[in-house]
């Protein structure tokens, strides 16, 4: 039997709540000379390391730098990590990448606590892509509302969808952890991702698309999803 009583339905929502960390993009500026999170610009790393490429040399872009102790309380891949740096091809336009150190499509390079880093050198012939310093923030984060077309009367449903005021959002954008933001497929449940990656101000993956990524054994897996 469906549930057909709005307050009952909301309660059901509310119940769902879990923490997500949201990533906001913030307006260009000159990039700090300490490591931040953020998009574009210089991303950090070893002294002598080289700026990734793609098979064919193309240099990647600087896609998003994840500065783990200013996420207070994440784990997974960020627990015990200084910082992890996600590269791309800007022309990129698979459905699933796993990720290389050094060169691919697809760049992950994660660093300890200890490890010294330092801005890494671009080659000449990379794009320049404005640095956006990426503010985290804590957040209560529930599904999508389209989770309960199965468990809602349309009447309830509708209505829950309707309410532009309603405070259980499914967060986008730049997210750790939370509800995993649905676009055509299925609601995920946490823990499906470690990081999704909505569209940013230097790369956007076809109409509106996401970019969801694990963590397992040692390489990262992306993999995209649009309208």
């Given at each position: 039997m469906k549930i057909s009583d709005i307050e009952t339905a909301r309660a059901v929502i509310a119940h769902e709540a879990v923490d997500c960390f949201l990533g906001n993009e913030e307006s260009p500026a000159p990039q700090p000379s300490h490591l931040v999170s953020g998009t574009g610009g210089v991303f950090w790393g070893k002294s002598g390391e080289s700026w990734p490429t793609t098979a064919a040399g193309q240099p990647l872009m600087p896609w998003l730098q994840v500065v783990c102790a200013e996420i207070k309380g994440a784990g997974g891949p960020f627990h015990r990590r200084q910082?992890?740096?996600?590269?791309?091809?800007?022309?990129?336009?698979?459905?699933?990448?796993?990720?290389?150190?050094?060169?691919?499509?697809?760049?992950?390079?994660?660093?300890?606590?200890?490890?010294?880093?330092?801005?890494?050198?671009?080659?000449?012939?990379?794009?320049?892509?404005d640095f956006r310093a990426v503010k985290w923030r804590k957040h209560s984060d529930y599904p999508s509302i389209s989770k309960y077309d199965e468990l809602f009367d349309d009447t309830v449903y509708s209505a829950l969808c309707d309410d532009e005021r309603l405070e259980?959002?499914?967060?986008?954008?730049?997210?750790?952890?939370?509800?995993?933001?649905?676009?055509?497929?299925?609601?995920?449940?946490?823990?499906?991702?470690d990081l999704q990656i909505d569209m940013t101000e230097n790369y956007s993956y076809g109409d509106s698309g996401i970019g969801y990524l694990s963590a397992n054994d040692g390489k990262w897996y992306l993999m995209f999803d649009c309208c």
């Open positions: 910082t992890i740096c996600f590269f791309l091809n800007p022309e990129f336009h698979g459905a699933e990448a796993v990720s290389d150190h050094n060169v691919g499509d697809f760049v992950v390079r994660e660093y300890l606590r200890d490890d010294r880093l330092e801005p890494l050198r671009m080659p000449a012939d990379a794009k320049s892509y259980f959002v499914n967060r986008s954008g730049i997210k750790i952890g939370g509800w995993p933001t649905p676009i055509q497929s299925s609601q995920q449940y946490p823990g499906a991702f």
